[in-house]
């Protein structure tokens, strides 16, 4: 490889001090903040609801086998396994 002269650093380092001292006189840009909720974090907030109804069928539930008064159909059962594992 050939090297034909060189560029003198000076040029580049008062370049580079012009630019320098520019940036200390502009004051940067004042911006307004901005927050925005993607629709995943908005189904999030709305799962605390969820999470109350589900709690409360537990608890009727959990107060329907202390009664003795909880029943589920075995038929019913039967039908959502069969179509479960048949895919439909």
Do not use: C, H
């Amino acid at each position: 490889m050939k090297i034909n002269g060189y560029q003198p650093v000076q040029s580049y380092s008062t370049n580079y001090q012009a630019a320098k001292l520019g940036e200390q006189s502009i004051a940067p840009a004042k911006t307004n903040d901005k927050v925005e909720i993607s629709n995943a974090a908005k189904r999030m907030q709305g799962a605390k609801k969820l999470e109350e109804a589900r709690q409360q069928k537990i608890d009727q539930i959990k107060t329907q086998i202390d009664a003795g008064t909880y029943y589920v159909s075995s038929k019913t059962i039967a039908e959502k396994m069969y179509n479960f594992w048949n895919n439909r």
